[in-house]
């Protein structure tokens, strides 16, 4: 993997969070692996490579082919997925600059990860914590992401907490991109690049 793979899988990363967030919202559902490897990204502390936050190339499969689509064919009806995605990368600067948020996240990560014995990062117990620091943290900072959908499905309790985790699972790939040396420009300029190194990372996931 190089640095440009890394950065583009953790941008992925971020569009499959907005993805899940957004089925979530309008249906109710989304793709329990997809979900899983997203969730699972939050529980990993001192990766040795980007692959291994999200379990492998595979696990972000779902990102990948939605930042192919944005990159290639958007869809000009249904914004919200790109919306959320460039609202994370934009909270996740904000972020950066509130070292107590970061810490808040940092002590609440931890302890959830002390309980993997008990709970895994999938457990509701798990789920509930990540969006409990995800309303203490994030949703403090402006802009905050409005998310559409069904009101049946976002007053479900259970939802609002795979949708909050979710979104802090994107808000840590969206820090992570950045730390790799992502930036506005590159979205802007070097779309060309990022296609390619999608298409490559598609490639692995088949």
Not at 65 to 70: G, S, W
Not at 148 to 173: C, D, F, M, V
Request: with cysteine; hydrophobic share 40%.
């Amino acid at each position: 993997m190089t640095r440009t793979s890394d950065k583009t899988l953790a941008l992925a990363a971020v569009y499959q969070a907005a993805v899940l967030a957004d089925s979530l919202a309008r249906t109710g559902t989304a793709d329990s692996s997809a979900v899983g490897s997203s969730l699972y990204s939050l529980f990993q502390q001192n990766p040795e490579t980007t692959e291994e936050i999200y379990a492998g190339i595979p696990g972000v499969r779902i990102g990948l082919l939605a930042l192919r689509k944005q990159l290639t064919a958007p869809d000009r009806e249904h914004l919200e997925v790109p919306k959320y995605a460039l609202t994370l990368l934009h909270l996740a600067s904000r972020l950066m600059k509130e070292p107590a948020y970061t810490d808040l996240i940092g002590t609440g990560i931890e302890e959830a990860c002390a309980k993997l014995d008990l709970y895994d990062h999938t457990h509701s117990n798990q789920i509930a914590a990540m969006a409990d620091l995800y309303k203490q943290t994030v949703s403090q900072i402006s802009p905050r992401i409005m998310i559409k959908g069904e009101p049946l499905h976002l007053q479900n309790p259970e939802t609002q907490n795979r949708i909050r985790a979710l979104l802090l699972a994107g808000i840590r790939s969206a820090i992570l991109w950045k730390q790799l040396g992502g930036t506005r420009l590159q979205l802007l300029f070097g779309r060309k690049r990022i296609l390619a190194e999608t298409e490559t990372l598609l490639q692995q996931t088949s």
